[in-house]
């Protein structure tokens, strides 16, 4: 897994810190992933969340596999003290947050600000790159497409919407099509530099407490407090629908942590997995510790709906996977994660039993699998006769 470089954009200066949010015992693999994807420094993780600084980009960010969720962070210090004190004292603590270092917070929103440009630029780029093709005769086709953007640009005030739909929809003389990029590029860097104010943004608060603080506080209470300070100090307007900024806060006996989630869509979500079955963050954690090499031979004998390979091929796509399950309706879900995917290519699903696999012995480099367990499928003596065929499928290390 190494880290990959992005093309030329305006980074953060001396990077940006950032933490992401991870399962239970997974912290020790994403503190790993962020040194070897993101080139981070600073490394270093608590219970449930690794924090890091980097200059990577948005587009290389959301190539983290083993983190839950994303956040700019804003503050990290000691835990709020509600061991003594009254309510009020409490809450005035929590608006500390806020009020005696209020230019963090300026500085946290400008280095959003640039990394949503950044990815916006990239995003109109790209359109640039591939633009849409017309067929110059359909004049009626034409006329209908320019009255859908007439009627597009009435309906949104915004403008960085319309610019986009412009770009995308209308065929214009180059000339004229640069005009346009140009001023839609200026008017976002407006945006990201501060020429104008903060004061616009529209917000909302999400809230987590845990241990002491939440018996004596409900997270709408704490996010009242929180959002009540935030339009006082910097004149930001409440949106809980629709905001241009959501403030994600976590209170717990070990630390208070406020950051910026950076995607509405957590990163453990991906949008190749059509089914779900293992969590795609464990079944990447799995993968990489098998330590795969280009041109392998990697089987999963009771692979479900194909998490594990379907993990392990995105990141190692030189590799030869087989799936086996004994299930026709795990191996049609899995199918469909294939297509979903795109790896229908480069991982064959075959209907077996893993205590009889239809390869021949010493065939296989490597094998990951989520042995299934507990109540519900009760292996007992099976156990045995499973890694015994796992064993003979397995290839002899070379001691020569």
């Not at 591939?130 to 086709?141: F, I, S, Y």
């Amino acid at each position: 897994m190494a880290a990959v470089p992005g093309g030329p954009r305006s980074d953060p200066p001396a990077g940006a810190r950032f933490f992401c949010t991870a399962g239970r015992g997974l912290e020790p693999f994403l503190t790993r992933e962020v040194r070897a994807r993101l080139a981070a420094t600073q490394v270093e993780y608590i219970s449930g969340k690794v924090f890091f600084t980097t200059c990577s980009d948005l587009n290389m960010l959301k190539k983290l596999k083993s983190a839950e969720r994303l956040f700019l962070l804003i503050k990290k210090q000691l835990p709020l003290n509600v061991s003594s004190g009254s309510k009020g004292k409490i809450f005035n603590e929590m608006q500390r947050l806020i009020n005696d270092d209020p230019e963090s917070w300026l500085k946290a929103i400008s280095i959003w600000k640039n990394l949503e440009l950044d990815a916006k630029k990239e995003k109109l780029s790209q359109k640039d790159a591939n633009p849409l093709k017309r067929k110059m005769g359909e004049n009626d086709v034409i006329v209908a497409k320019k009255l859908k953007t007439e009627q597009m640009q009435e309906i949104r005030e915004n403008k960085e919407c319309q610019l986009e739909k412009q770009i995308e929809e209308e065929t214009l003389e180059q000339g004229h099509r640069i005009t346009k990029r140009e001023e839609f590029l200026e008017d976002l860097q407006n945006d990201a530099v501060g020429t104008r104010t903060h004061s616009d943004l529209t917000f909302r608060v999400s809230c987590r407490c845990s241990g002491a603080i939440a018996k004596t506080f409900t997270a709408q209470e704490v996010g009242r407090v929180f959002g009540i300070a935030l339009m006082k100090q910097f004149g930001w307007k409440a949106d809980l629908r629709n905001p241009n900024l959501e403030v994600f806060i976590h209170l717990s006996d070990i630390y208070s942590v406020v950051g910026i989630p950076m995607f509405r869509v957590p990163l453990a979500s991906r949008a190749y997995i059509k089914t779900a079955g293992l969590r795609s963050t464990t079944a990447w954690a799995m993968a990489s510790l098998a330590e795969i090499k280009a041109g392998a031979f990697v089987l999963d004998p009771m692979c479900g709906l194909g998490t594990i390979l379907l993990e392990a091929a995105k990141e190692w796509p030189d590799v030869y996977y087989v799936g086996a399950d004994v299930s026709d309706s795990q191996l049609l879900g899995a199918c469909d994660n294939l297509k979903a995917a795109g790896l229908k290519d480069k991982i064959e699903l075959i209907k077996a039993s893993v205590i009889e696999l239809p390869l021949p012995s010493e065939s296989v480099d490597t094998i990951i699998s989520d042995i299934p367990f507990g109540k519900k499928f009760k292996l007992g003596e099976d156990i045995k006769s499973i890694l015994q065929e796992m064993e003979s499928s397995k290839k002899r290390a070379n001691t020569d």
